[in-house]
């Protein structure tokens, strides 16, 4: 009797706990993988099947770290300028609080959490945001007479490659990185010794996604550079090639 007694005081507990929550349920926006250079929205959205909720606080955090709150006694979302490296902005509208980056740096990337305080009770929920890879800009030039190129607002790391035709050049190359603010990468790489012939292709390749990024074309016709957008594509090095050399072709060909 005491045993039966016991199961259903179990199977009750069990039954109002699972009635709870779902009278009450917060949803987050599901995991984002953001574009480098657009912009970025996290949704935190209250509902309830019960009449008379009352919301008496919102907030997104990261880190541990709060971004903006919403109290039941503010008007708009109070933001906590200081804590990230992103321009970012807070919105709230009949219980969606969102979080708005104009442009996501690397810094802010990773976990991010809502929380809720109601007279229906309390609720946490998290998401992940990734940053995809991406460079700002490259340039190749000849400086002091070394075939020389400079990847700026690069993410994630990445691994300089050199190539003279279709051969991979490997000896007497220095590659020089720097963290910058907001946690972008500027790397620069040069060859010791510069061979006559045909230029240089300069490429930039992920070692997370294994493809290359961009690449430049660094001739010393008027010490000048091609530089070149982010291949989005991901093409290999054997189809940049071809195409450096058919407009070295044409370069010298109008010079001439």
């Not at 199961?7 to 706990?17: D, E, I, N, R, S």
């Not at 240089?200 to 091609?226: F, K």
């Amino acid at each position: 009797m005491e045993l039966t007694a016991l199961h259903l005081l179990l199977w009750f507990m069990v039954a109002f706990t699972s009635t709870a929550q779902e009278l009450l349920s917060l949803r987050v926006s599901p995991k984002i993988s953001a574009v480098c250079g657009q912009p970025v929205s996290l949704h935190c959205e209250v509902s309830s099947s019960q009449h008379g909720l009352s919301i008496k606080h919102m907030e997104w955090y990261h880190n541990n770290t709060s971004l903006c709150t919403m109290n039941s006694e503010d008007k708009n979302p109070i933001i906590n300028p200081g804590f990230t490296v992103s321009d970012f902005d807070c919105k709230y509208h009949q219980g969606k609080l969102t979080l708005i980056f104009k442009k996501l740096q690397p810094m802010d990337t990773g976990d991010f959490g809502c929380k809720l305080r109601s007279n229906k009770g309390t609720r946490v929920k998290s998401t992940t945001v990734e940053l995809q890879e991406c460079c700002g800009q490259v340039e190749g030039v000849m400086e002091h007479g070394r075939p020389t190129c400079t990847f700026t607002h690069v993410y994630p790391d990445g691994e300089v490659r050199w190539f003279q035709g279709s051969h991979h050049q490997k000896l007497g190359q220095i590659t020089l990185k720097n963290v910058e603010d907001g946690g972008w990468l500027t790397i620069q790489s040069y060859l010791e010794e510069k061979k006559t012939g045909l230029p240089y292709n300069c490429s930039l390749w992920s070692t997370e996604t294994d493809r290359y990024i961009t690449s430049t074309l660094v001739t010393d016709l008027d010490n000048s550079s091609v530089s070149r957008s982010p291949l989005g594509n991901g093409a290999g090095s054997q189809g940049r090639t071809l195409i450096d050399l058919i407009v070295t072709v044409l370069l010298v060909v109008t010079l001439i």
